[in-house]
């Protein structure tokens, strides 16, 4: 009995959360231009985003930044996540709480305290500026993802390695990087996702010149309804969808 | 990365413990320490220097010490604003419990396959970008949006009702965009729930409510301080959902600091505002891990 009227109350909850999204997919088809009457279906919305400027060029600032930024991140990450687990270090409790800071702290502190660094050190606003941050809260998703593999890594591999005469980089390179993958994949995914949709931090430290999807679509959203939008959400939905079904397959193949 | 090339100093262990670090394991690790000293710890400081400082007619920064910014921080202006964010926010969290956690505790005690696909579901909204989820809400509440459209082709409103710029349109915003992240450290934790525990409750002549109020919360209060860690803090700073939402009617402490770095361009007083709400950040932060949180599992 309890079970069920919590299974209701989930079936509501998971409606909650889907129905909004759902009738934002739905009407990125609608011909018509407010939004409120169903006048037929059309791609039209598609098209016309495709062949939007200043949004795809957001788009392409927007890989470029979550690739690098993805990339260094997982240096970092990995790097970082081996070393503190394989080495006793002195004051590794307070690397660890350094390292947990970016995940919590609330954007907006982030993006003004940069800014502020970046204004102080004279340094000019830019894709640099935005990549600085962006890496700084992505890298300790990555360090907590590999991290996670690392504990349920068995000692001996690493061992045996060293024994057979391999150097420590060695063994790092072609024994405990190949067994770490899954959850390099994982973070890096997570990395990339997280810097696709940053707009708190990167609003404070970007400049026009390198202004990123999620601040144009601010900025539009802001200004009122916009089938274009839809048919853009439609798009980062269908891309969110793939990359959770594509976590939950890597987390299938890799049991820990 | 640069890695010794001769083999190291020390013998590899026997054992499964840890090295200790040599200078070179130092020197790879530097890298990470730097950054985030860099980027994390001295921008702090800055900012803290920045809030006992002055501005200058040009927007500038004059380094002196006043505590000026400080004093107009509790100006009953920005203290209103002040309660009333963290009153959204709590509000939001309250909510965010209240729908989440029996959603949580279904999931996690759910047969495997079925909770694995329940999480999955869980994860979609998760991982979309809150901008393109509070967009869903604006096109549904706008005045010429789906649910007036809709109430006016059923004729159960001659004119269309402003659902926008409200209080409550903010909190809906906010409840939306939060939920998931309520939802899945509460899980984590009721996943590792003991059950025999609350059989023993039951078995013990407890009833359902009394099981559930003594035993399953006093469990499951790790993820709910994890969630609440999730959604309070950020709710309080989060200006983009309450500009979208609420627009200039509703501002909250995120849209005030927001303005004061990009419009009036009075940093200094941005700065200290910063820092009050960096100090309510860290408050909350030893609070709810003194509770038993554990925020990253």
Known sequence: MLNRALGVWTLLGLVFLYLPIAVLVVYSFNSSRLNIIWEGFTFDWYARLWANGPLIKAAKNSLIIAGVSTALAVVLGTAGAWLLHRYRYRFSGGIRTLVAIPMVMPEILMGISLLILFATAGMRLGFTSVIIGHVTFCFPFVLVAVQARLQGLDPALEEAALDLGATPFKAFWFVIIPSLRPAIVAGALMAFTLSMDELIVTYFIRSAASTTLPIQVYGLARVGLNPMLNALSAVFILATVAFVLFSAYLKKLHPR | ?297
């Open chain 2, 1 to 297: 990365m640069n890695a010794p090339d001769a083999q190291s100093a020390q013998p590899a262990t026997t054992g499964h413990d840890r090295r200790q670090p040599g200078w070179r394991a130092w020197a790879l690790l530097a890298p990470m320490v730097a950054w985030l000293v860099l980027f994390v710890v001295v921008p702090t400081v800055i900012l803290l220097v920045y809030s006992f400082c002055e501005r200058d007619e040009v927007g500038g920064v004059i380094f002196s010490f006043t505590l000026d910014n400080y004093t107009r921080v509790f100006d009953p202006v920005y203290l209103r604003i002040f309660v009333r964010s963290v009153g959204y926010a709590g509000l939001t969290t309250i909510i965010c419990v209240i729908i989440g956690y029996p959603m949580a505790y279904y999931i996690a005690r759910a047969p495997e396959a079925r909770r694995n696909q329940l999480l999955l579901l869980v994860m979609v909204p998760f991982w979309t970008s809150f901008l393109i989820r509070t967009y869903a809400w604006i096109t549904i509440l706008k005045q010429e949006g789906l649910l007036n459209g809709l109430l006016q082709a059923l004729q159960l409103t001659s004119s269309p009702l402003s659902l926008m710029y409200t209080p409550t349109a903010v909190v809906i915003g906010l409840v939306y965009a939060y939920l998931p992240f309520m939802i899945l450290p509460i899980y984590s934790s009721a996943e590792k729930l003991d059950h025999s525990l609350v059989e023993a409750a039951y078995d013990l002549g407890a009833g359902p409510l009394r099981a559930f109020a003594s035993v399953i919360i006093p469990l499951t209060m790790p993820g709910i301080a994890a969630g609440t860690l999730l959604v309070f803090v950020p709710a309080i700073g989060m200006f983009a959902i309450t500009d979208l939402m609420g627009g200039a009617k509703v501002p909250m402490i995120g849209n005030v600091i927001q303005n004061q770095f990009m419009q009036a361009r009075d940093w200094p007083f941005g700065a200290a505002l910063g820092v009050v709400f960096m100090s309510m950040f860290a408050v909350t932060y030893l609070l709810l891990q003194r509770r038993g949180a554990r925020i990253h599992e």
